[in-house]
Every structure is written in structure tokens, then in C-alpha cells.
């Protein structure tokens, strides 16, 4: 009878439980629903405005076609390279035992979270005055530096959890290290190295701020062809046909990423000494590491070089606004704004993500809606894969009238921002909430604790520490982002991104000093945030 029902009854079907659910569910909806598909589909539908004729007009035109061929081609080579270098790394990092080895990981994964702009930066002073400078070969560099992390990331991860039995037996039975790493270890890291490339190929694909920097528009890709089409030219058409274009490659890699990512199980991880057959990758992995340090070492040392020696002049300039006032604002200002603007999108990607991630971390015994989970869970990683330019393109183009008109409002950028760091805060949270044994609820319920007081006792107490480190990731992509931000800025409230790419594009004066040592800082208190992030990350699955 309905008044026997037992507490574990009542924990899944109390009113409270029904609303917390209807929260959790309809606040990420409702912000991805205004923020992100309705901006989406405007610019989509603006692209079809001319029906056909208009796609047919666009890539008409030989830029289009090129610059197409030129984002397919760069995103593919890097992937390939990332790869190559990425298998010995992986190795090594997650195979192999030895004093040091979470720093060199730290190390290793450190040019990912680097603010594009920076990146861009570090590997124009890098290669200023050589044949690279200003080449198809630089961005090139520049995507593998960014990138390759995510191959060591990814596949050192899966490669830590399988079991060594297999090559340990066909090593005993005669096979060479390379047979058994072709034959055995190969193929059953395949799907995390599919996976892998994928991420890569889509990152470089929807690559910004590198290519911004470093190509210009001589080398320039689908994503800095919308920004030049919309902000130059004004030519809203063929910026969303590009943006069409380029939203459906994003949704056929993303297509492709579900269906390659995973099958490796984890197990309790194992690392072996280093045997001799393991030089090699030994002496790969370091010439690695080495080369990613290169360009932020050249980022540091140029900033401190002035027409007099080394010094701090670069970094006391900051305090203005550059040469024939390049900025509206000082550099400082614009810190400040950076960093105001982070902590407001912070807040919102915790709050929506975290009441998604607690739904997402329930096991529905039905079938429907175990489904509809699955594709409210691939609905929040959406914005992770469309660029950050066409979100910011959306948003000119929709939130312009009433009851949104948010032209001039300051919470827009903060908003976009949060879009893109809001897959990040669910992908950190969700593993942890799903790790909790469900017992634990039920014991709660059954000594007569209210579904709001298990929700705070078991969940919240939990997930405490991971939902600390996913507002330091959040906090850090937000401070970096500079695809949706160059768009949405006011020109009274720069952020720092924005401010740097100003500065460098009127190189004269002090301008490019100024440039390196704002890049400098900006790097510097993103590697503060996430150095502070790995001090309170859980062991959990990564954030890639």
C-alpha cells in the first residue's frame, strides 16, 4: 500500500526528488536552449536565406575553396603528427615508472590549457625573423604544441589500464619489443587513438587564435574567415553559409568521436621499471618535452628584453595604452576585466553543469529514459564542438531584440564564455557523482534523512573537491577564450585575449613588448589556476 512504501521508495519518487530532477534537467535546456541552438539555428537559417543559390555563390569563390582545402589540410597533418609524437610520450608517461613522472605529465599537459592567443604569441616571437615566420608551417607547429597533450592525455590513459599479461607472454615466447607492440599493444589501443586524433583533427579544425596570430589572412581557415567576413567585410551571407560549412563538419567529427571513443577498461594502474627496449621512446619522449618548452622559454626571455639589456620596461608599460594609444584601456584594466568576466562565467557553467551532471549520475530503470539521458549528456557537449566564433557570430545576429537584447549588456560575454566551459564542469563532475555507491543514498534514506539532506550529505559532500577543480577549469577556459569574446567585447571593456591581439597587430613602439609581457601574465595566472586545479583534482576520468 502507498503509505508502507519503503524510504528507498520514497528517495526516487518524493516531490522534492521530482522537482530537483525538473531543475536539473530544464535550467541546462533553458540556457543551452537561448544561449547556444537558438543563436545556432540563425545563423544556420541565415545561410539558407537564398536557399541553395547562396552556398552555390560562396563556394563559387576560389578564397572559399582554398581556405576549406586549408582547414581540412592543416587539422589532418596536425593530427597525424600529434600522433607520431604522442604514442612514445604516452608510453612513457603512463607505462613507465620514475622519480619526477606527475610533474613531466604536468609539463606535458600544460601548452593544452594555454590561452590561444598566447600560443600564437610564443611561436610568432619563436620563429620572428626566420623562413617559418608567417607560414603554413608555423600554424602547423603551433597546432601540434597545442594539441599533442590531448594524444598523451587520451591514449597513456588507456595504455596505464591494460593488463601486461598478453605482451609479457609473447615476449617470453620469442617476439621482438616492435611484433609485440604491432601485433598486441596496437590494436588494443586503437580506439583511444582514433579517438584521439579525432579531438585533435576537431580541434584544429575550429582553431582560432593561432591561426589568427600567425597566418593572418594569408593562411587562414573557415573559422578566421567568418571573423574577417563579419567584423571587415560585413558580409553576414557568406559568413553563415562558411559557418553552415563548418558546423557540419564539427557534427559529423563528433559523430565520429562517440562511436571510436572508449573500449579500453580500466584497471588498477601498473608501471614497470624502464627495460632497455624502452630507449627509444625514452629518447623520444624527451626530445618531446624539451621542444614544447622552447616556446614559452622565447615568450619569457623576449618580454624581458628591452633596446637597453634586460629589464622589467615591457611589463611597467602595461600601466598605459601603448604607442598612438593603441588601447582604450591599460593593459591592467583589461587584466581586471579578464578576470571579473571569468569568475561571472565560472559561476554560471558550475551552477548549470552541476545540476546536470546530477542527473546525468542517476541509472533510470527505464529504457526511454535511460535514452533521453544519453542525449541530454550528448546536448551538453555540443557546445565543446562548434566553434566559439560561430557562437559569438549567433549571438550578434539573435540576441539583439527583446526580451534578449543583450548588445550592451556586460553579462554577455561571461555567457559565452560559459558555454564553452560548461562541458568541461560536467565532464569533470559527472565520473565522481557516478562513482558514489548507490547504497550510500539508500542507507541515508533508510535512517529517514529528507531527499534534500541525502542530495546535500552524499552527493554534494562528495563531489565537493572535483567541483573545486571544475571551476578552476572553467575559470581558466574562460580567462583564455577569445573566438566568442573577440565578437561580443565593447571596445570600453576589452579583455586580455582581446587586448593582446590588438596590441600585436600595431606592432610599432612598444606595442609588441607590451604584447610579450601581457602574454606573460596572462599565461602565468592560467598556470597559477591550473596548478591549483591538480592540487584539488580527484583521480577521476580527464577532462578531454
Not at 597533418?77 to 620514475?98: D, E
Not at 619563436?126 to 617559418?132: F, I, V
Request: net charge positive.
Amino acid at each position: 500500500m502507498g503509505g508502507d512504501r519503503d524510504p528507498v521508495t520514497r528517495i526516487r519518487t518524493a516531490p522534492s526528488t521530482v522537482i530537483a530532477t525538473v531543475l536539473g534537467v530544464g535550467l541546462p535546456l533553458a540556457f543551452l536552449g537561448v544561449f547556444f541552438a537558438w543563436p545556432v539555428a540563425a545563423m544556420i537559417g541565415r545561410g539558407f536565406a537564398d536557399g541553395l543559390g547562396g552556398f552555390a555563390e560562396v563556394f563559387a569563390r576560389p578564397r572559399t575553396v582554398r581556405l576549406i582545402g586549408l582547414t581540412l589540410a592543416q587539422a589532418a597533418l596536425a593530427s597525424v603528427i600529434c600522433v607520431v609524437l604522442g604514442l612514445p610520450v604516452a608510453h612513457v608517461l603512463y607505462r613507465l615508472a620514475f622519480r619526477g613522472r606527475a610533474l613531466v605529465r604536468a609539463l606535458v599537459i600544460l601548452p593544452f590549457v594555454l590561452p590561444t592567443v598566447v600560443v600564437g604569441v610564443a611561436f610568432r616571437t619563436l620563429l620572428r625573423g626566420t623562413p617559418l615566420d608567417g607560414t603554413f608551417a608555423a600554424i602547423l607547429l603551433a597546432l601540434v604544441f597545442f594539441n599533442i597533450a590531448v594524444v598523451v592525455r587520451t591514449v597513456g590513459s588507456a595504455w596505464e589500464g591494460l593488463d601486461p599479461r598478453q605482451e609479457d607472454a609473447a615476449r617470453v615466447l620469442g617476439a621482438s619489443p616492435a611484433r609485440v607492440f604491432l601485433t598486441i599493444t596496437l590494436p588494443r589501443l586503437g580506439p583511444s587513438i582514433a579517438a584521439a586524433a579525432s579531438i585533435v583533427f576537431l580541434f584544429c579544425a575550429t582553431a582560432f587564435g593561432v591561426v589568427l596570430v600567425l597566418g593572418g589572412t594569408k593562411f587562414g581557415t573557415i573559422e578566421t574567415e567568418i571573423y574577417l567576413l563579419t567584423t571587415q567585410f560585413l558580409d553576414l551571407r557568406a559568413a553563415s553559409v562558411l559557418s553552415v560549412t563548418q558546423l557540419v563538419i564539427v557534427v559529423a567529427l563528433l559523430a565520429v568521436v562517440g562511436r571510436v571513443r572508449g573500449g579500453t577498461q580500466r584497471r588498477a594502474a601498473i608501471a614497470r621499471r624502464a627495460r632497455r627496449t624502452d630507449a627509444p621512446a625514452i629518447v623520444a619522449a624527451i626530445v618531446v618535452t624539451a621542444a614544447l618548452a622552447v616556446p614559452v622559454i622565447a615568450l619569457v626571455e623576449r618580454s624581458l628584453r628591452t633596446t637597453t639589456g634586460y629589464g622589467f620596461t615591457n611589463y611597467a608599460l602595461l600601466a598605459g595604452t601603448g604607442s598612438r594609444n593603441a588601447l582604450v584601456v591599460p593593459v591592467w584594466v583589461a587584466l581586471g576585466n579578464s578576470l571579473t568576466t571569468a569568475v561571472q562565467a565560472t559561476l554560471i557553467a558550475v551552477v548549470v553543469g552541476l545540476a546536470a551532471a546530477l542527473v546525468l549520475s542517476r541509472s533510470p530503470r527505464r529504457p526511454i529514459a535511460r535514452r533521453a539521458l544519453a542525449a541530454f549528456d550528448g546536448a551538453l557537449l555540443l557546445p565543446l564542438g562548434v566553434s566559439a566564433v560561430t557562437v559569438g557570430f549567433g549571438f550578434l545576429i539573435t540576441l539583439n531584440q527583446p526580451p534578449f537584447d543583450l548588445r550592451s549588456s556586460p553579462v554577455l560575454v561571461p555567457i559565452a564564455q560559459a558555454l564553452v566551459a560548461l562541458p568541461l564542469v560536467v565532464r569533470t563532475v559527472l565520473p565522481v557523482l557516478r562513482s558514489i555507491d548507490p547504497r550510500l543514498r539508500e542507507s541515508a534514506a533508510v535512517l529517514g534523512a529528507a531527499p534534500w539532506r541525502v542530495l546535500r550529505d552524499v552527493d554534494l559532500a562528495v563531489v565537493a573537491r572535483p567541483v573545486l577543480a571544475a571551476s578552476g577549469f572553467a575559470f581558466a577556459v574562460a580567462l583564455g577564450e577569445f573566438g566568442a569574446t573577440s565578437f561580443l567585447a565593447r571596445p570600453d571593456r576589452p579583455t586580455l585575449p582581446v587586448v593582446i591581439f590588438r596590441l600585436i597587430g600595431l606592432p610599432g613602439g612598444d606595442n609588441f613588448g607590451m604584447a610579450l609581457a601581457a602574454s606573460v601574465v596572462l599565461a602565468g595566472v592560467t598556470v597559477a589556476v591550473i596548478a591549483l586545479v591538480e592540487r584539488l583534482r580527484v583521480d577521476t576520468v580527464g577532462a578531454f
